[in-house]
């Protein structure tokens, strides 16, 4: 990686970091570290960590005698990670080969990241690998587009005005939005009676601006995807009025149904 291109992914991270985190991320941490009745003393991995956002809330669930990790494949979001808690042992590796021995880990969780994976059965069997027997795991994805109109509106209009590759990147982390295709993936990983439900969220963002340009600059860099800045201005101008309706009253900022599937289960 040249030294620009790192430091535009290092920007969008920060981006991440600065913005997605508090307007969609930060509700679901401790909903997540819950579902896997994450406790003191706990050994605990999270997978697929970002920032950290649910590898710190784990932590402070886990206390002074506990033993917290994070793990993601991007060096550029650790890095975030580690500048925000650099007491947390942070690991760049693949969630589909864990680098750690069976049996590590008393929960593991994970938000928002499955949708990413590859081979999301091998990563949920590399979860239970590293799981204790007794051992807890829990996993979020977002809902469908269908459960959140604003992202929908979204989505239609950069498909409209930057075409199919782009659109196709903003709805890649809706993709298991529904609870019948993420327990086809818990079974398809050999993981039984895993609890799964639909769970209501809130999306908040100060500005129509601001929740559109953090997609269409930050996660499409972050993806590949560079938009040319004439073409971000244009969809920037446009979403002013396509995502008019989810405006909170006296324009004070934007706020939307942001649901999210939870599932989880004991080894």
């Given at each position: 990686?040249?030294?620009?291109?790192?430091?535009?992914?290092?920007?969008?991270?920060?981006?991440?970091?600065?913005?997605?985190?508090?307007?969609?991320?930060?509700?679901?941490?401790?909903?997540?570290?819950?579902?896997?009745?994450?406790?003191?003393?706990?050994?605990?991995?999270?997978?697929?960590?970002?920032?950290?956002?649910?590898?710190?809330?784990?932590?402070?669930?886990?206390?002074?005698?506990?033993?917290?990790?994070?793990?993601?494949?991007?060096?550029?979001?650790?890095a975030v990670a580690r500048r925000l808690s650099p007491s947390l042992?942070?690991?760049?590796?693949?969630?589909?080969?864990?680098?750690?021995?069976?049996?590590?880990?008393?929960?593991?969780?994970?938000?928002?990241?499955l949708m990413f994976f590859p081979d999301r059965p091998a990563a949920?069997?590399?979860?239970?690998?590293?799981?204790?027997?007794?051992?807890?795991?829990?996993?979020?994805?977002?809902?469908?587009?269908?459960?959140?109109?604003?992202?929908?509106?979204?989505?239609?209009?950069?498909?409209?005005?930057?075409?199919?590759?782009?659109?196709?990147?903003?709805?890649?982390?809706?993709?298991?939005?529904?609870?019948?295709?993420?327990?086809?993936?818990?079974?398809?990983?050999?993981?039984?009676?895993?609890?799964?439900?639909?769970?209501?969220?809130?999306?908040?963002?100060?500005?129509?601006?601001?929740?559109?340009?953090?997609?269409?600059?930050?996660?499409?860099?972050?993806?590949?995807?560079?938009?040319?800045?004439?073409?971000?201005?244009?969809?920037?101008?446009?979403?002013?009025?396509?995502?008019?309706?989810?405006?909170?009253?006296?324009?004070?900022?934007?706020?939307?149904?942001?649901?999210?599937?939870?599932?989880?289960?004991?080894?």
């Amino acid at each position: 990686m040249t030294e620009p291109t790192l430091r535009r992914s290092l920007d969008a991270a920060s981006g991440y970091q600065e913005l997605l985190v508090p307007a969609l991320m930060e509700e679901w941490a401790p909903r997540v570290a819950g579902a896997a009745a994450v406790g003191a003393g706990d050994r605990v991995l999270d997978v697929a960590c970002g920032t950290g956002v649910l590898t710190r809330e784990a932590a402070r669930r886990a206390g002074p005698t506990g033993a917290v990790a994070g793990l993601d494949l991007s060096a550029e979001m650790l890095a975030v990670a580690r500048r925000l808690s650099p007491s947390l042992a942070w690991h760049q590796a693949s969630a589909q080969a864990l680098p750690f021995p069976d049996r590590s880990f008393d929960a593991v969780v994970s938000q928002f990241g499955l949708m990413f994976f590859p081979d999301r059965p091998a990563a949920l069997r590399e979860i239970v690998r590293v799981l204790r027997p007794g051992g807890r795991l829990a996993v979020a994805v977002w809902g469908s587009l269908d459960d959140t109109p604003a992202y929908a509106a979204e989505v239609a209009l950069v498909q409209r005005l930057a075409g199919p590759a782009a659109a196709e990147a903003l709805r890649e982390p809706f993709v298991l939005g529904r609870r019948s295709l993420v327990a086809k993936l818990f079974a398809a990983a050999g993981i039984p009676d895993p609890r799964i439900a639909l769970e209501p969220g809130r999306g908040r963002f100060p500005s129509i601006r601001r929740m559109v340009e953090v997609d269409v600059r930050d996660w499409l860099r972050i993806v590949g995807i560079v938009l040319e800045d004439a073409l971000i201005e244009r969809i920037l101008r446009e979403a002013e009025t396509a995502l008019a309706p989810f405006v909170r009253a006296a324009g004070r900022g934007v706020e939307f149904e942001s649901p999210a599937v939870v599932a989880a289960a004991v080894r």
